[in-house]
Every structure is written in C-alpha cells, then in structure tokens.
C-alpha cells in the first residue's frame, strides 16, 4: 500500500515537472514571438519612414510635373486660339487684298478703255510690204485699197477713207512693220473689222494682210497672260468675248463672269466647272446666297 502510494507521488511530481517544462516552454515562444512582433514592428516603422521620405519628393516632382502640364495645356490652348484667329485674320487679308486687286483692275480698265477711245478711228494693218508702199504713199494707197474693198463687198462707197497712216516697231529684214491707219469715222472702222473676221485675210497685191483694232499694249499683254484660259475655254465649249480693255468675259446662267490676269482667269475657270459639273451647281449656289447674306462679293463677279 505504501508503495502505491510512494509511486502515485512519484507520478505527480513527474507530471508537475513536466508541466511546469511545458509551461516554461510556453512562456519563452511567447517571449519570442513577443520579441518577433516588436522586431517585425520596428522593421516597418523603419520602412515606413523610409518610404515616406522617398515618397514626398516623387509627390512634389509629380505636382511640380502636373503644374507644367497644365501650364504647357494653357499655352497650347491660347496658341490655338491665336492661330485660329491669324488664320481669321490671313483668310480676311487674303480677301482684302483679292478686292483691292480687282479695284486696280477696275481703275487699269478706265485708264484702258480711255486710251481705246482716242484709237477708236485706228486699225493695225499687218503684212504690208514695205516696198510695196513707200511712207510717202502709205495713206494714199492703202485708202484706194480699202475703198474698193469695201465698195466690191458691202456696196460702200467712201472719200478720203484713211486720215493718216503710218508704220510702227522696228523695220525687221523678213517680216515687214505693222501699219496703223487712222480712218475718218468709227463706222468704217466697224465695217473693216467685219469684212476682215468674214474674209481671214485680205489680198494686197498678193500679200495677205492681217487686220486688228489698235488696243493698248496693256490690253494686249491682258490678252496674251490668258491664253491658257481661252485654251480651256474652248475644251469645254464655252463662249467668251473680250472688252476692249482686255478684259475676258464670259456670260452663263444669267451671270457675267471676267478674268484679267493669269490667277482670275484659273478662278473663272473653277467658277465655271463648279457650275457646269450638276454635283456642285446647288452648293455653288449655297456658297452664292451665304456670300450675299455676310455683304461679300465675288470679284470675277461683274453683275
């Protein structure tokens, strides 16, 4: 009975000691994972400053970034506007200047047309040989020539038909001076013309003699700088007449349309496509009545 009892202390205290190892086991990985947490935790205190130090600069650098941007949108917005409003303000130059040129045009055609009036007795004579009538004989001959032409052709009869005659330009080895004659009434200047655009040309002694109204030099030079656009005009079948200024004009739909350079003459060609082609008569008429509603004018315009 001792014994037992002996071996149930034996047991207890064995128990107790291991209890009591368990427990100290215990308290020391509690102690170290104590000792972990408040490690772990002052690692990222650590780390957290750290990044938070390195972090306020890239925040500035970002606004800093961010207020350029937004500087650099300011900018380009009012670069915009800016170049919308050259833009406005090249497209109205470019305008002005369109009319101011079509005012010279209009003021060079006073001028020409005055210089047209004081040779509205004239006529250029091309292909009179120069041995064939001397300068003292000129208006003599030539009189007698276009008297009996107009005589035999419209039943005219005329005295003293040419006042003066004379020839003009430097004397060439091949090809004889143009003649101008001055006639005594404008009528028979008309009657000449006509008889020459009937016959080509007419016969003098066997030369064939070419015959045009005496226009200004400026009215010629305007003549020849639209050469290419009578070309397309032709191509495209459509009349023309010119002024006596020079002038290129050209009648459709009700409109008068003129050119006198180079540049008006592409533009008359453009005006007069945009009309023909029946897929831009209605916005030609379109881009028409919004110009008449804002007090525009188109300068290719005459009426």
């Given amino acids: 009975m001792a014994e037992a009892k002996q071996e149930i202390n034996r047991r207890l205290k064995r128990r107790d000691v291991e209890e009591v190892s368990m427990a100290s086991d215990s308290a020391s990985k509690n102690i170290d994972i104590l000792m972990f947490e408040t490690l772990i935790t002052d690692a990222l205190e650590r ?3 750290k990044v938070a130090t390195m972090i306020d600069p890239i925040n500035l650098q970002l606004q800093e970034i961010n ?6 949108a300011e900018e ?4 915009k506007e800016m170049a919308q409003h050259n833009t406005e303000a090249i497209a109205g130059m470019e305008r002005a200047v369109l009319l101011q040129q079509e005012e010279i045009s ?3 055609d006073k001028i020409i047309q005055l210089e047209t009036c004081l040779r509205e007795k004239r006529l250029k004579l091309r292909g009179v040989a120069e041995d064939l009538c001397p300068s003292d004989n000129l208006s003599h001959t030539l009189s007698e020539w276009l008297t009996t032409l107009l005589q035999l052709e419209t039943g005219t009869k005329a005295i003293n038909l040419i006042e003066n005659a004379y020839r003009v330009g430097k004397q060439r080895q091949k090809e004889p001076r143009d003649v101008i004659v001055e006639l005594n009434n404008t009528s028979m200047r008309e009657k000449i013309l006509s008889l020459a655009k009937k016959r080509r040309t007419l016969n003098l002694h066997n030369s064939k003699i070419l015959v045009f109204p005496d226009l200004p030099a400026e009215a010629m030079q305007r003549r020849r700088s639209l050469k290419e656009t009578t070309a397309t005009l032709h191509s495209m079948d459509q009349r023309y007449k010119w002024a006596l200024s020079g002038r290129l004009i050209v ?6 349309y003129s050119a006198f350079d180079e540049n008006s003459g592409l533009k008359l060609i453009q005006a007069i496509k945009a009309i023909k082609e029946p897929g831009n ?5 379109r881009r028409h ?4 509603e ?5 300068p290719l315009m005459l009426n």
Avoid at 67 to 72: D, G, M, Q, R, T
Avoid at 76 to 79: E, P, S, V, Y
């Fill in 106 to 108: 209009r003021h060079q």
């Fill in 67 to 72: 207020h350029k941007l937004e500087a650099i």
């Fill in 281 to 285: 008569r209605k916005k030609r008429q």
């Fill in 47 to 49: 780390l957290s400053d």
């Fill in 251 to 256: 009648n459709l739909q009700g409109t008068t």
């Fill in 76 to 79: 380009t917005r009012k670069a």
């Fill in 294 to 298: 804002a007090g525009g004018s188109d």
């Fill in 289 to 292: 009545t919004s110009s008449s």
